[in-house]
């Protein structure tokens, strides 16, 4: 494993994205909407570090299964149940990899009428995009690795570690065919 962000670097990195959005949702009181499992520990750093009024509510969507590649195909495991017409919405994502589940989800979003939509996502792999998505708040930019911690998991194991890591595709293949 290998360590891409420092637990020091995430926490600079998170109070930079909260004085961004905090500069433009002043006198608002935003929604703020996580993808789980995945955002639920940046949501919740990023949620104090903006230290104004604002709502949170989560959706659990999935197109991964246990594998490490995206299969396109989204499916909503928990849907949102804030009314959003007339909010202002920000998805708050862990990373966007292909784009699939991002794009998936606010295309449903918007159907519903928000008075604005925005995204902000902790990692970005652009390198990896099949569908062009919007990101108006980027933490890290990051190549083709996959990535554990900080509430990221890779087969639910790792979501526990504080800083952000690589695995190495052997790490996988010996998980994957461990007993
Ligand atoms: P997309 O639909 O953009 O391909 O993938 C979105 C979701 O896939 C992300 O929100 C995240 O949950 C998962 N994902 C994408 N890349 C990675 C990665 O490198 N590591 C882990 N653990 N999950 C990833
Ligand atoms: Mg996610």
């Known amino acids: 494993m290998r360590l891409l962000f420092s637990t020091e670097e995430i926490r600079e990195k998170v109070e930079d994205l909260a004085s961004q959005i905090r500069g433009d949702y002043q006198g608002k ?3 703020l909407v996580g993808l789980l499992k995945g955002s639920f520990v940046f949501l919740a750093d990023l949620m104090r570090a903006l230290d104004q009024p604002l709502e949170v ?3 659990r969507l999935s197109s991964y299964g246990h594998g490490t590649e995206s ?5 909503v495991l928990h849907g949102l149940k804030t009314p959003v017409r007339g909010r202002d919405v920000l998805v708050v ?6 784009g699939h589940t991002l794009s998936y ?7 519903r009428r928000p ?4 995204v902000c996502t902790l990692l970005d792999k652009p390198c990896r995009r ?6 108006h708040y980027r933490g890290f930019t990051v190549e083709d690795v996959f990535v554990v911690g900080y509430g990221i998991d890779w087969a639910e194991e790792f979501r526990y ?7 190495e595709k052997a790490e996988c293949a010996s998980k994957t065919s461990s007993p």
């Not at 299969?71 to 499916?75: F, I």
């Not at 994502?93 to 292909?98: A, M, R, S």
């Not at 570690?161 to 695995?167: K, R, S, V």
């Open 105 to 111: 989800f606010l295309e449903s979003l918007a159907r």
């Open 29 to 31: 009181k935003p929604l």
């Open 93 to 98: 994502e862990d990373i966007v990899d292909t």
């Open 71 to 75: 299969s396109g195909r989204v499916r």
């Open 130 to 135: 099949c569908v062009p998505v919007t990101i």
């Open 115 to 118: 008075a604005s939509l925005r």
């Open 57 to 59: 509510d989560f959706v």
């Open 161 to 167: 570690l504080p800083a952000i890591y690589a695995l």
